[in-house]
């Protein structure tokens, strides 16, 4: 089995940055894509950014130029660098990890507020 643990996530005020982190652990034959997706109350989940285990990236227009996906393949772990953080931006992360054979895993979610 394989669980992945997000961490990072808190309060922060409009303009400021976090750095959110999911690190896979268990039964890890081949960690393919990772990527960050996340849910507002009231609306669906919805992507974020990706990452390929060879380093190519792509993300949201809602978030291009401010959030930044990079990973770790050492340490099985993905990053999301958020910065100019918006109040639209509050929402529940969620790591989410396709591995060979296609088996996809998620994480438990982190919560990201951003209120003055």
């Known amino acids: 089995q394989v669980q992945l643990v997000e961490s990072g996530g808190g309060l922060v005020q409009p303009g400021g940055s976090l750095r959110l982190s999911c690190t896979a652990s268990g039964t890890i034959c081949s960690l393919n894509t990772m990527a960050w997706y996340r849910q507002a109350p009231g609306k669906q989940r919805e992507w974020v950014a990706g990452?390929?285990?060879?380093?190519?990236?792509n993300s949201a227009d809602s978030v291009k130029g401010r959030f930044t996906i990079s990973r770790e393949n050492a340490k099985n772990t993905v990053y999301l660098q958020m910065n100019s953080l918006k109040s639209e931006d509050t929402a529940v992360y969620y790591c989410k990890a396709t591995m060979t054979g296609n088996r996809i895993y998620w994480g438990q979610g982190t919560q990201v507020t951003v209120s003055s």
């Open positions: 990452i390929t285990y060879g380093g190519l990236t």
